[in-house]
């Protein structure tokens, strides 16, 4: 089946610094991979979009001067944060589109960001 | 914008009775998919059920929801909730190509009472 791996799952860092977190497909290729961030008290934000062949493409509010992602294959993929700030924190999620089955999007648990 | 409202905050209910949660949109996209997502507690969200096509009841577990365009609704009921059922709910729209990010609403939490 489709596994989605994040690392780490839960970091702390402290005002100012920036933290790297990444995510993996197992056992498919990926056609897409969506970065989502759950803040507290919200539902899921689309962060930014990164399709083969394509441009990232990032949502209002999120920059690639913020949220530099990486896609160097159809598995794999990491976004740092960037001089991460209180607003930052929550849980970041990667959503995964399969070759095979484009229709759904599966995700990893996360990575929970602590921002002191 | 693209936005999708459902029922928030909290959904109480006896185990063996009817549950629904309601979930609404508003979308630019011209043709539109849609998704519950279950999330179990340190469990990434996993698809209960999806839909592409109007007024199709679509089916999974115990749950149902029809996608009706014309009240811009899917909303998700089962007739006799369980235990096991307690969870975090997301209603989720895409574009019809599925070529996007989803748009998710704020989530409701399903808490199932002996």
């Known amino acids: 089946g489709a596994l989605v791996y994040q690392y780490p799952r839960r970091t702390i860092c402290k005002s100012g610094t920036s933290m790297r977190m990444e995510c993996q497909a197992v056992?498919?290729?990926?056609?897409?991979v969506a970065w989502y961030r759950q803040s507290p008290q919200k539902t899921f934000e689309l962060i930014a979009l990164?399709?083969?062949?394509?441009?990232?493409?990032?949502e209002q509010n999120f920059t690639q001067e913020k949220f530099p992602i990486s896609h160097p294959n159809l598995s794999f993929s990491s976004m740092t944060v960037l001089n991460a700030y209180l607003e930052d924190r929550g849980l970041y999620l990667c959503?995964?589109?399969?070759?095979?089955?484009?229709?759904?999007?599966?995700f990893g648990p996360g990575t929970r960001l602590t921002v002191l | 914008g693209d936005s999708v409202t459902q029922t928030e905050g909290l959904v109480t209910v006896t185990e063996g009775l009817p549950v629904k949660l309601n979930c609404t949109y508003q979308t630019t996209y011209l043709t539109i998919a849609f998704f519950w997502y279950v999330q179990y507690l340190n469990e990434a969200p996993q698809v209960l059920l999806k839909s592409s096509t109007d007024n199709k009841r679509t089916e999974h577990q115990g749950f149902h929801a029809t996608l009706h365009k014309s009240s811009s609704s899917f909303h998700l009921q089962k007739s006799s909730a369980q235990l096991s059922d307690s969870a975090l709910y997301y209603c989720a729209l895409s574009d019809g190509d599925y070529a996007q990010g989803l748009t998710f609403g704020l989530g409701t939490r399903v808490s199932v009472f002996p």
């Open positions: 959503g995964v589109r399969d070759w095979g089955n484009y229709a759904e999007q599966f």
């Open positions: 990164s399709t083969v062949n394509s441009a990232i493409k990032y």
């Open positions: 056992g498919f290729q990926a056609t897409s």
